[in-house]
């Protein structure tokens, strides 16, 4: 049985709860997204071949003490970067080194800002230089898996539709969509009650309820869905090497749908827009 509690009145925990926030939640989740959102579009700037994917960890970092909010990832059960960063065949969670970016990669650098105690999480793909038509394809799917998952948050309905809307989607454009990781309830915590699953069917899953708030993150491969963990515990690959994106929203379910807290000031969170000025 689900249960459902105002977050008011919830422990500083994840119970398995769902939090049903207010309109001062809302607020204070826009501001911490708002600062994510600028982050990536500032990231834009600078990704580009020869760049070290620790200088974009560096960025990250100091983006957040200029504005006062703290990267949630660094330190976090071990982990020791500002950020992650996928490049190609790693799904999610790759750790930022010394190796440089090379013209026709392809990246995803997720960033989750603390501000005043609110988490603001998203991610996104980067072209680095000039890519192939093949990985031009897996971004504009993926993104639009991503907005078809978030067209179908509504009241009443349940977060199965949510993994419907992308599963089947991606799948008809012959892609296939990672089941090892999946989205979360977010706010006052990092990972929060539900998760959202980016496959099911629409009859499945808690019911949405006005108030929740959560991350829809789907990793959508070009080849089979199936990862391995490397042996440094984070980075997660394609077990056939074939290239892997995502776009990551965070959204709080309104009374008539829903409200999308990541989008980009610069309007450049869409593949395929020019990203270097």
């Not at 990267?71 to 020791?80: E, S």
């Not at 963990?229 to 709080?252: C, F, I, K, M, P």
């Amino acid at each position: 049985m689900v249960n459902y509690i105002e977050a008011s009145s919830a422990p500083p925990k994840n119970t398995g709860a769902i939090r049903l926030y207010g309109p001062e939640a809302f607020e204070s989740m826009r501001k911490a997204c708002q600062l994510t959102a600028r982050c990536l579009d500032e990231l834009a700037a600078i990704v580009r071949p020869g760049l070290p994917t620790d200088a974009i960890d560096r960025f990250v970092f100091e983006f957040g003490m200029d504005n006062g909010a703290h990267p949630a990832t660094l330190n976090y059960r071990g982990y020791t970067k500002s950020t992650c960063t996928s490049i190609n065949h790693v799904v999610c969670h790759g750790i930022p080194d010394a190796k440089p970016l090379r013209e026709g990669d392809i990246v995803n650098i997720d960033v989750t800002f603390v501000l005043d105690g609110w988490h603001g999480d998203s991610s996104r793909m980067y072209p680095v230089g000039q890519i192939k038509r093949a990985a031009e394809r897996l971004l504009e799917v993926t993104h639009e898996a991503l907005m078809r998952g978030i067209a179908a948050v509504r009241p009443g309905a349940r977060t199965g539709a949510i993994g419907e809307a992308i599963q089947t989607y991606a799948e008809n454009e012959r892609c296939s969509v990672v089941r090892d990781f999946c989205g979360h309830g977010v706010g006052r915590l990092f990972h929060d009650s539900p998760n959202i699953l980016h496959y099911g069917r629409a009859n499945e899953g808690p019911e949405l309820r006005e108030g929740m708030i959560f991350t829809i993150e789907p990793m959508i491969n070009l080849g089979r869905p199936h990862v391995k963990v490397l042996a440094d515990g984070w980075t997660a690959v394609t077990r056939d090497r074939s290239l892997s994106a995502q776009y990551e929203h965070t959204v709080g379910v309104t009374a008539g749908g829903c409200e999308i807290f990541t989008l980009s000031p610069g309007g450049i969170d869409r593949p395929g827009l020019p990203l270097n000025g």
